[in-house]
């Protein structure tokens, strides 16, 4: 049998039909959709896509995850079509110009984003449908409804291959310009393959990560149907804690700042409360497993969330390997390393640092062929981490090669990318971004010609207002939360770039 | 006054300083440590607290805004009252 992941959403649709696939609440009640209603309804879109001539074709998702979202992404991987899935708290320029260098031709638009259709439209000439995932069709756009119904009487299309693109992931580019990641049908398969676990269907998930993020969509949404388990989609960050004891989740992904989160709320309630009772009411009575991974978790989190019985698993990986690398688990545990390489996946290392190869490892950058040659070289992935493996198979890392910033949400920001919209401001000469207690810091030397004539006040509340500018059009993450103004130009090679382990001199104090 | 009170009572859950040692020109990240999610969650135990629900979504750019207490205090009071 093929590994594809057609071939495993067919034997999901045998095996777990009567099942719960999806539970997401209305207000405070949970609904839910078993498998054999979401198979239905994957493959009513299917059949859309058969009757709308989408065969070998890209088609984007815009919105946040819903059991609607879900239904479509499904549609779209298990046909031989690729998603791509968008991070919709992006500005709305930068969703254009994805959709745009992705060569969609389909896009399923949740109704909250709706204004984006008009630009899509005006924008992106290869687009030739947009279908709103929930709410009425505005201009210009269908509904899902209108998919399904034109699919009647159509057959489903022809399957994917294992080669074929399924996902096309978008991801911060040193560069400044964010990189289309390839994943291929048996990129994906073989990841969840290699992370499975013992565990019998009806296992509760709770997803809280973001949806176009891989590590959601792999280790939560695709490695649970294989299980058959439950998966519950969290409403809202804000009530993670709050879903926690509604859904009474088995099992939960996170980023390390949710757990640092959930730590303090723990620590809130004092030393007199036992930690079994704590446990109940923070985790609910079933909570035992949490993975984690996207940025370096510190080993004193695994320590404490043991002793309230909860086993925290890192992993590592990135979107480029479909995405996980490495993990920790059960019986097979190093708290403070990334664990052990999966069974998919080769490595070693090449001046400190670490390379892949394996079934997981992507096809290349979509449209980018200069950086896929940097990045893959004879089949070895280059991570740009600089890690060591130790001598029972454990890998740590210990360093980055490229000038990423990793913040404990798992987001990486390319500092040359805000760098660059930044500098087209006059007031600023030089700008380095920089990553400290998980914020972000803007380090700019002032264009001296013009603030000659104003106070250090003048120049840093002139300055401020322009990042908040930037700050207004971003998502949380990417938004600068610090600025140093520096009296003196960076320092810089001989080649007159700046060199970046040395901003932190001759700042002011 | 009460929402004030509630306030810092909560965000005493996710820092290390006292609610009555909380003063309203405090930044949240730099004086009382909160991270993007503590500041998130918080406000999600403050919906609870009130039994309100705000519209707005994690990627809002209402958020963009909040630096100190008082901001955080006005972003709350502006949905208790609309309530």
């Known amino acids: ?509 | 006054m009460e929402i004030e009170k509630k306030f810092k009572e909560v965000a005493e859950r996710y820092c290390s300083v006292k609610a009555d040692e909380i003063t309203n020109d405090m930044k949240l990240r730099d004086d009382l440590g909160l991270s993007s999610l503590d500041l998130m969650t918080l406000l999600g135990d403050l919906e609870d607290e009130f039994d309100i629900e705000f519209e707005f979504s994690e990627d809002d750019n209402k958020l963009a805004g909040i630096v100190t207490v008082e901001d955080a205090i006005n972003l709350f009071k502006e949905y208790a009252d609309a309530e």
């Open chain 1, 1 to 509: 049998m093929s590994k594809t992941i057609y071939t495993m959403w067919k034997r999901c649709e045998e095996q777990y039909s009567d099942l719960p696939a999806v539970r997401w609440l209305v207000k405070k009640d949970v609904q839910e959709r078993s498998y054999g209603e979401l198979a239905a309804a994957v493959t009513a879109i299917k059949k859309g896509f058969a009757a709308q001539s989408f065969a070998h074709k890209h088609i984007a998702l815009i919105g946040t995850a819903s059991a609607e979202w879900i239904e479509a992404y499904m549609a779209v991987v298990t046909s031989n079509n690729a998603a791509v899935p968008m991070d919709s708290g992006l500005p709305a320029e930068d969703i254009i110009d994805l959709v745009y260098r992705s060569d969609s031709e389909g896009v399923f638009l949740d109704e909250k984003f709706a204004s984006l259709a008009e630009k899509i439209k005006a924008n992106c000439p290869l687009v030739r449908k947009i279908w709103m995932l929930s709410g009425d069709s505005v201009e210009g756009t269908e509904t899902v409804a209108n998919l399904i119904n034109a699919g009647e009487g159509y057959d489903e299309p022809e399957q994917p291959e294992e080669d074929d693109v399924s996902m096309i992931v978008y991801t911060s580019g040193t560069t400044g310009k964010s990189k289309g990641v390839m994943l291929t049908q048996c990129n994906l398969y073989s990841n969840i393959e290699a992370v499975l676990y013992e565990e019998g269907p009806g296992l509760v998930f709770l997803s809280v990560l973001p949806v176009h993020h891989a590590f959601c969509l792999t280790m939560d949404w695709l490695n649970g149907f294989w299980m058959g388990s439950v998966l519950c989609i969290n409403d809202n960050l804000r009530h993670m804690i709050r879903n926690i004891g509604i859904y009474n989740p088995d099992v939960m992904l996170m980023v390390p700042l949710m757990l640092e989160t959930i730590y303090k709320r723990l620590k809130s309630f004092g030393n007199d409360v036992p930690p079994e009772a704590l446990a109940q009411k923070v985790f609910g009575p079933k909570l035992k497993r949490i993975f984690t991974g996207g940025a370096h978790l510190d080993p004193y989190y695994i320590e404490e969330f043991e002793k309230y019985g909860i086993k925290v698993y890192e992993g590592y990986g990135m979107s480029e390997c479909s995405p996980v690398i490495t993990n920790n688990r059960e019986g097979a545990c190093k708290p403070g390393s990334i664990g052990r390489a999966l069974s998919n996946a080769e490595i070693k290392f090449e001046n400190g640092e670490i390379l892949v190869r394996g079934t997981s490892v992507m096809k290349g950058y979509y449209n980018m062929e200069k950086e896929t040659e940097e990045t893959l070289k004879d089949g070895w992935l280059h991570t740009g981490d600089k890690g060591y493996i130790d001598e029972d198979g454990f890998i740590f890392i210990n360093g980055r090669v490229k000038n990423l910033i990793i913040l404990s949400n798992g987001e990486n920001i390319s500092p040359e990318e805000i760098e660059g919209k930044l500098a087209l401001n006059d007031l600023i000469d030089e700008i380095i971004v920089t990553g400290e207690d998980n914020l972000l810091t803007a380090r700019i030397y002032p264009e001296q010609e013009l603030v000659k004539n104003m106070s250090e006040d003048e120049i840093a509340a002139a300055l401020q207002k322009i990042l908040d500018g930037y700050n207004k059009s971003q998502p949380t993450y990417k938004q600068l939360s610090r600025l140093v103004v520096r009296k003196n130009p960076f320092f810089k090679n001989a080649s007159r770039k700046i060199i970046r382990t040395e901003v932190l001199r001759d700042e002011p104090i």
